[in-house]
């Protein structure tokens, strides 16, 4: 679709309240323009929304005191339980401080308890530290992992690591998580698997890399048996020389089959004695090396109604989003400064600044979650008409008002299409929130009892 075509059927479908007969979308919206301002709107509701259609209250709400529950705040991704009993009932997101843990939503009762928070705060031996992504395995568990790992000329970090919460669903008391050791060090952000069920991964840094793990048993129905062993690669576009390349890629292997690293790559041993690649170090070696990209964050993967898959990945300091053709092997750039703003019709330039989160609707649309503070912090929608991987153009979606704070973990329910979460993290009231955003829908697409819905869907799957 030509721009021209696409901000016509943009206006179209936002023109009147007829519009939305029956229900509406979360692409039913009129771009916005400018910023909604530090503190404009109350902390409780503290989202300029882009229709008027769309509704938003608090569904957490974090006592700085903690007097009821271990909740040291940072709230970062989300997921819901996307297969398995009780489908898509429970919300789940992670604490990204230096006493990690994971809190769980009931979506039936709106009660939310910590079921599992780490024994020590930083930089004890059995502490747990920045936990940042939230990811349903395709067996029917939780993974998260660290955001923190250390360069290569400092002291080795024992952090880093990735964990699968085995029971999710249990009591807290009975939680049982465990360390993945089979992957690289790295400071983890996003996770995603493809159809495949290949495990992609980045390294949050800048100049650092994107990874997939490829289990020697994906199709496994636990995490023992899934992370037994596997196969570790890095992202090389080119010849792996030009930082943030595009075109024909390949992936570069690090370890063997078995998980074992190949001769030459950098293993280290952490303070708590573990050895493991150094995923930071390793992709700059001749040998091993992977195209550098300036703070990989957050990852999704898109299914095209061909069965193509697609993965995004956030990379924020030089404002760019990537697509990978993971058919092909084709890296593109989806969307950047140089993107039509749909509200000017002009490039967005630094109205789009630092993209960091991503989520994908019900629609297979993509949004694109600024890292900046609020007042001047926005979510972004992105429209790739034809599925090429490259977007026609990004328009103003929400805007943040808080004080001190950042959106993170949008997150489009799979089993509501007109529900998303989103947190707001680390406000200057300490109170950090989920939010639920909300538009009117007369029926829900995909049944809770069903099992299937949310994993082999046309438009979306994680």
């Known amino acids: 679709m030509t721009l021209k075509k696409l901000s016509l059927a943009i206006g179209l479908v936002l023109v009147g309240s007829s519009a939305f007969a029956g229900g509406a979308s979360f692409d039913h919206f009129v771009p916005m323009t400018g910023d909604v301002g530090a503190g404009t709107l109350p902390e409780?509701?503290?989202?300029?929304?882009?229709?008027?259609?769309?509704?938003q209250m608090t569904i957490v709400a974090r006592d700085p005191a903690q007097a009821h529950r271990f909740d040291s705040g940072n709230y970062d991704m989300h997921t819901v339980n996307e297969n398995g009993p009780e489908v898509g009932r429970f919300l789940f997101t992670v604490f990204e401080t230096?006493?990690?843990?994971?809190?769980?939503?009931?979506l039936r009762t709106m009660q939310t308890e910590t079921i599992w928070h780490s024994p020590a705060a930083s930089p004890a031996l059995d502490s747990h530290v920045s936990f940042d992504a939230s990811r349903?395995?395709?067996?029917?568990?939780?993974?998260?992992?660290?955001?923190?790992?250390?360069?290569?000329?400092?002291?080795?970090?024992?952090y880093g690591r990735l964990f699968e919460v085995v029971n999710p669903l249990a009591a807290p008391a009975d939680i049982v998580i465990k360390h993945r050791d089979i992957l690289p060090r790295v400071s983890h952000e996003g996770l995603a698997f493809d159809r495949k069920n290949?495990?992609?991964?980045i390294d949050e840094r800048n100049g650092s890399h994107i990874f997939k793990f490829?289990?020697?048993n994906p199709q496994a129905d636990n995490g023992d048996d899934f992370f037994a062993a596997g196969q570790t690669f890095v992202l090389r576009v080119g010849d792996g020389t030009v930082k943030e390349a595009t075109g024909a890629a390949a992936w570069i292997p690090l370890t063997d089959n078995n998980g074992v690293a190949l001769p030459g790559a950098v293993v280290v041993t952490d303070p708590n004695g573990l050895t493991a690649i150094d995923g930071r170090a390793t992709p700059k070696?001749?040998?091993?090396?992977?195209?550098?990209?300036?703070?990989?964050?957050?990852?999704?993967?898109k299914t095209l109604k061909n069965g193509k898959q697609q993965l995004y990945v956030a990379t924020t300091t030089n404002h760019k989003v990537f697509s990978?053709?993971?058919?092909?092997?084709?890296?593109?750039?989806?969307?950047?400064?140089?993107t039509m703003d749909m509200a000017t019709k002009q490039p967005a330039g630094s109205a789009f600044t630092n993209p960091d989160n991503l989520a994908i609707d019900a629609d297979g649309n993509i949004y694109i979650v600024e890292d900046q503070p609020g007042g001047i912090e926005d979510i972004w929608f992105a429209k790739d008409e034809n599925d090429d991987g490259v977007a026609e153009a990004i328009?103003?979606?929400?805007?943040?008002?808080t004080k001190g704070a950042e959106s993170t973990g949008l997150y489009f329910d799979k089993f509501k299409p007109n529900v998303a979460y989103v947190n707001v993290q680390h406000p200057d009231s300490g109170v950090d929130r989920t939010i639920m955003i909300s538009t009117p829908c007369p029926q829900a697409k995909y049944d809770h009892d069903d099992d299937h819905h949310g994993r082999d869907r046309d438009h979306d799957r994680d």
Do not use: C, M
């Open 136 to 158: 349903w395995t395709p067996w029917g568990t939780f993974i998260t992992a660290e955001e923190s790992w250390s360069d290569p000329a400092g002291p080795t970090s024992k």
């Open 285 to 301: 070696l001749p040998a091993f090396l992977g195209t550098a990209f300036d703070r990989p964050e957050d990852v999704e993967i």
């Open 44 to 55: 409780s509701a503290p989202y300029k929304l882009a229709s008027p259609h769309f509704s």
């Open 324 to 338: 990978i053709d993971l058919r092909s092997n084709t890296v593109k750039l989806f969307a950047s400064r140089d």
């Open 98 to 106: 230096g006493q990690a843990g994971i809190q769980r939503t009931d």
């Open 395 to 401: 328009g103003k979606w929400a805007s943040l008002s």
């Open 214 to 216: 490829t289990s020697a």
């Open 198 to 201: 290949n495990l992609y991964f």
